[in-house]
């Protein structure tokens, strides 16, 4: 049984249930309810000025979900898993891994397809800024700084990122 074939060339999106929709927009509720997730998603939308890209669920995106869009672009980005990496993990040999990548993921599809990178040009505000909000009566101050340099993307920077971001968000 190879469940990423079958999820790949077989997808099943089911319907959003009218019950799980309404979890979905309570979710969203009680997001915007705490004060540091309403001022982080603001700030964002703010720092970003306002770009329709950067948008967080609420309960008006929840009821515009649409099943049948969401196939369509499953179909089309999982109908060639050309450019897709895959991370194996565990404590396995290094032949048994070989065998179970051939068997498993060897036939899966791919397309000579050329991927295109549209940079959409977010804008980004520029020099000191600040962004102040009121939203609780307790004594606590969050702060933020954002450095936006222009820095070659290599998946060990990536990892070195993440790494510091996990240190410094203690």
Known sequence: NNQVALEVSKPIIKKVEKNEKKVLKFRAKEIMRNPKNRFNQELSKWYQKN?????????????KLDTNS??????????????????????????RVEK???????NLPVEKRKENFIDRKIEYLKGKQKFIKNYNNKNISNILILFKSKI???QKRDFVLRAMVSILNV
């Open 152 to 154: 070659p993307y290599t």
């Open 51 to 63: 770009n329709p890209r950067i948008f967080f669920d609420t309960p008006e995106s929840i009821d």
């Open 100 to 106: 179970l990548i051939s068997k498993y993921l060897g």
């Open 70 to 95: 969401m196939l369509k672009i499953y179909k089309d980005r999982f109908s060639d898993l050309n450019n897709f990496d895959f991370a194996i993990i565990g404590d396995i040999p290094k032949n």
